[in-house]
């Protein structure tokens, strides 16, 4: 992410609307334990996501959850999903992607009290470990549910982001990878062959590339604003790396010519099993952390030629993972039009 300058302490907490909306829910019609809920979308979430704190002027901060949360309630849409609270990851599944090492830093740098600095932009507070592995763990619990058929999809409302995250880097707002922990869950548990990950953010997935980059079982369609933060992605650091590097000002025409003309005929010929979104909202024309023009229309668009892929390949298993997005409202408005498009509703 462009540089910021985080300072202040952090927002007091607030309860999530949907801590209200569950109570008056009834989730048991679609989702008893019992019979899958093949044709039901999903939406995994924390607590622990609200309560990392970066600095009260830092844009990756929890008012994004909470943004999110107040459009589904207002379009009605998070009456039409199946509502998880998101389990803790194990320490299997991080390590499948980080080493211990790098994991043992993490929880050595966390502080009791303040923020600890990673590097410019990316900031440890008191409670960062803990939404870190509970956000990793929602993208590890929507794996299962899909590849088991209960859910047909679903999206996993987390924060920390993930897709700076390196084999043994943060940086960028990320500190885990959260989109390769779910892959690494599909190929390395589930037994899958071949997965895709999908990435719309505008800024390259330079860590999701460092950590996949030469892998047979994984391709990875990004599109991103370039030149731009991280500065990487062009050229690609392997052939299973299909970039579309996209110049600031770039729109929604841009961005489905790219798509229909390089990342369509890769995931043809792939022909994934399951597919994973890193999907970041900060290509969209009110954004202030990017230059390119998308409207909730292309986040339709994406969606759907995403799930056209999964039909044919992957018996439409798709695990959705939020990356970035910062203006609350373009934010909000874009996750209900990606998530109501893959609820089909």
């Known amino acids: 992410m462009p540089d910021c300058t985080a300072c202040g302490s952090g927002a007091g907490e607030r309860k999530s609307p949907m801590e209200h909306a569950h109570a008056s829910r009834d989730d048991t019609a679609i989702d008893d334990g019992k019979t899958p809920a093949t044709h039901a979308t999903g939406i995994y979430r924390a607590?622990?996501?609200?309560?990392?704190?970066?600095?009260r002027s830092h844009p990756e901060s929890p008012a994004r959850l909470f943004a999110i949360d107040?459009?589904?309630?207002?379009?009605?849409?998070?009456?039409?999903?199946v509502h998880h609270d998101a389990p803790l990851a194990d320490a299997d599944d991080l390590l499948r992607v980080h080493p211990r090492d790098y994991l043992d830093h993490l929880e050595a740098k966390a502080p009791v009290a303040g923020y600890v600095s990673l590097d410019a932009d990316t900031l440890m507070g008191p409670q960062t470990m803990d939404a870190v592995r509970y956000a990793?763990?929602?993208?590890?619990?929507?794996t299962d549910a899909v590849f088991a058929g209960e859910?047909?999809?679903a999206f996993c409302a987390i924060r920390p982001p993930g897709h700076h995250a390196g084999i043994a880097s943060a940086m960028g707002f990320c500190f885990v990878n959260n989109v390769a922990v779910a892959a690494r869950r599909a190929l390395d548990v589930h037994g899958l062959e071949r997965v895709a990950i999908v990435?719309?953010?505008?800024?390259?997935?330079?860590?999701?590339?460092?950590?996949?980059?030469g892998d047979a079982r994984v391709l990875m369609v990004g599109l991103?604003?370039?030149?731009?933060?991280?500065?990487?992605?062009?050229p690609p650091a392997a052939a299973n790396m299909i970039?579309?590097?996209?110049?600031a000002g770039a729109d929604g025409e841009a961005v489905r010519a790219a798509v229909q003309r390089q990342w369509l005929p890769a995931l043809e010929a792939f022909k994934p099993q399951m597919i994973f979104i890193s999907a970041g909202f900060d290509a969209h024309r009110e954004d202030d952390l990017g230059q390119m023009r998308l409207v909730e229309a292309d986040y339709v668009w994406l969606t759907r030629e995403i799930q056209a892929v999964a039909a044919r390949h992957a018996k439409g298993r798709i695990?959705?993972?939020?990356?970035?997005?910062?203006?609350?409202?373009?934010l909000g408005r874009s996750v209900v039009a990606h998530v109501r498009t893959l609820a089909e509703v």
């Open 47 to 55: 607590r622990a996501c609200t309560l990392h704190q970066m600095g």
């Open 70 to 81: 107040d459009q589904l309630i207002a379009s009605g849409l998070d009456q039409a999903l």
């Open 136 to 142: 990793a763990g929602a993208a590890v619990a929507a």
């Open 151 to 153: 859910l047909k999809n």
């Open 199 to 213: 990435d719309f953010d505008v800024h390259h997935g330079n860590g999701t590339e460092e950590i996949f980059a």
């Open 224 to 234: 991103f604003q370039h030149p731009f933060y991280p500065y990487s992605g062009s």
């Open 243 to 247: 970039n579309v590097p996209l110049p």
């Open 319 to 330: 695990v959705s993972c939020l990356e970035g997005g910062y203006n609350l409202s373009a």
